[in-house]
């Protein structure tokens, strides 16, 4: 039993979708898990154990940032020997090629924290993403009624920027959208040995300023968790 998560030995299956808010792990296990059991609600980050298409497989919140997604990462992996673990969570967009609820599939994770840099002591070390994950990803986006773009995202320590235009840098260098979280958990993973993948919605446009609501980003963003989820387990 680990201190942030909670749960008894063998209660969180070995694939783990992971949201940030809570709220949307709730709503991802009532609406596509079969006889989903929730596991946590430690600090009311919620964790729920069901089964997809016969198969095994939890999600788990994270909070914002990732401050907070390093803390439950690292227990999934230590402490529940979890294999891997999906983020399914919204972006802004920084590319006139997106549009609102179309689908980043981040390779790779650039970062303005400093998490890395005492890691790595001041080194660049780059984030990426687990290539079969990402490979089934981008096969089970296909055919969807949103585009899904595979490219680098932006992972912030900030959601309001004091230095805005550094982040229109990244987007002249081909980052396709910012977040605040994949770049932890592709650092986590590497050093775990474990497999992490980033599937996320775009939730607004940083470009145009369109913005979807506060209950579509709950409960709207059904393509990025059958992306996930068959990325994972098919």
Not at 109 to 123: H, K, Q, V, Y
Request: glycine share 8%.
């Amino acid at each position: 039993m680990s201190t942030h998560i909670g749960a008894k030995a063998g209660e969180i299956a070995p694939h783990v979708l992971m949201p940030g808010d809570p709220l949307r792990a709730r709503w991802i296990a009532e609406n596509f898990l079969d006889d989903a059991t929730c596991y946590s609600e430690v600090r009311g980050m919620y964790g729920f154990t069901g089964t997809w298409k016969g198969q095994p497989v939890s999600v788990q919140g994270s909070g914002m940032g990732m401050p907070s997604i390093s803390i439950y990462v690292n227990e999934l992996f230590t402490d529940y020997d979890v294999r891997s673990v999906t983020r399914v969570g919204s972006c802004g967009a920084l590319s006139e090629e997106l549009e609102l609820r179309d689908l980043v599939i981040a390779s790779g994770a650039c970062t303005d924290s400093s998490m890395n840099r005492i890691t790595f002591e001041g080194l660049d070390y780059a984030p990426v993403a687990d290539f079969d994950l990402l490979r089934r990803a981008w096969e089970a986006s296909q055919g969807l009624p949103v585009t899904a773009k595979v490219g680098l995202i932006m992972s912030s320590d900030s959601f309001y920027a004091s230095r805005p235009e550094l982040t229109s840098r990244m987007a002249e260098y081909g980052v396709l959208a910012v977040e605040m979280e994949a770049a932890a958990l592709y650092t986590l993973a590497a050093k775990h040995k474990r497999k992490a993948l980033a599937v996320c919605t775009v939730s607004d446009h940083i470009l145009t300023g369109a913005e979807t609501t506060a209950a579509e980003r709950q409960e709207t963003f059904g393509h990025m968790v059958d992306v996930a989820l068959s990325a994972m387990l098919s």
